[in-house]
């Protein structure tokens, strides 16, 4: 199907897309002003316990290593930088609307989404794109918003996330072919209504589709190479990852042995 037939369709289907919620959505409108410093973010965020707890859990993680640990959300904020902390906010308040959904398949989803950004911003540092690597941990992070969508429509299919790795792809194909959806359209139709960057959207909606990615422009298409390496190093090797080897490598430089590498050193 035509990928803007496939967007539409999923509307058409009756997917509910998340409102942002108002903690997210001051945040994202401080981050917006080019004066803005991490004194105007953390107060836009500072009635918001949540957020602010999601972006010091993040500053102090390892991959981030911090050479002391921020004590306040601006202190964390001065970290993360503007990127990074929207990132952390974005999925924070997604992640909070899955009140009512099944725990455990939502708890599997955002801590491998997680494990992916991690892993995506250490690749990307690995790589000629390092100036993509804040952008990449966005698209990462956010990259499976679109099972949660889905989830809420057919809450019965949760099952299939009660799993870790490999699995976890495969339930997200499944997923798809039980509700007749697409859950990167879905991603795709979140990122694009709650503002993220084109090349964030345009990533997430190829993310499972190499010939997709190959045809965008030079950032989202690197995102989305970027998206499939860090699954690669979370899941090890897989179907999803046998198309995408071949341009990663082309363009991004990074062989089977260099991923190997970035991967022995970030665990």
């Given at each position: 199907m035509n990928q803007d037939l496939l967007v539409e369709a999923v509307l058409a289907s009756g997917v509910v897309l998340p409102a942002p919620g108002p903690g997210f959505l001051r945040l994202q409108a401080a981050a917006a002003d080019e004066n803005a410093g991490p004194r105007e973010l953390a107060a836009a965020v500072s009635q918001d316990p949540a957020i602010t707890g999601a972006l010091l859990r993040v500053a102090n993680s390892p991959v981030f290593r911090p050479r002391s640990a921020p004590r306040s959300a601006q202190e964390a904020i001065t970290m993360l930088g503007r990127t990074r902390t929207l990132a952390t906010a974005a999925s924070t308040a997604l992640r909070n609307q899955g009140s009512g959904l099944d725990d455990k398949a939502i708890e599997a989803l955002w801590a491998a989404s997680a494990r992916a950004a991690d892993l995506t911003y250490a690749v990307c540092r690995a790589t000629p794109f390092?100036?993509?690597?804040?952008?990449?941990?966005?698209?990462?992070?956010?990259?499976?918003a679109g099972i949660a969508v889905l989830l809420r429509r057919a809450p019965e299919h949760a099952v299939l996330f009660h799993c870790t790795g490999c699995a976890l792809e495969a339930g997200a194909r499944a997923l798809d072919v039980l509700t007749g959806s697409d859950h990167t359209a879905a991603g795709f139709l979140v990122a694009r209504n709650w503002k993220l960057p084109v090349e964030v959207c345009e990533a997430i909606r190829a993310h499972h589709e190499p010939a997709m990615a190959l045809r965008l422009?030079?950032?989202?298409?690197r995102i989305a190479l970027l998206l499939a390496t860090g699954r690669r190093l979370r899941d090890g090797l897989s179907p999803?990852?046998?198309?995408w080897a071949e341009p990663v490598e082309a363009?991004?430089?990074?062989?089977?042995?260099?991923?190997?590498?970035?991967?022995?050193d970030e665990h």
């Open positions: 390092k100036g993509l690597a804040d952008t990449a941990y966005l698209a990462a992070l956010m990259q499976d422009g030079d950032s989202a298409r999803d990852w046998t198309d363009e991004l430089g990074l062989t089977e042995a260099a991923l190997d590498q970035i991967s022995a």
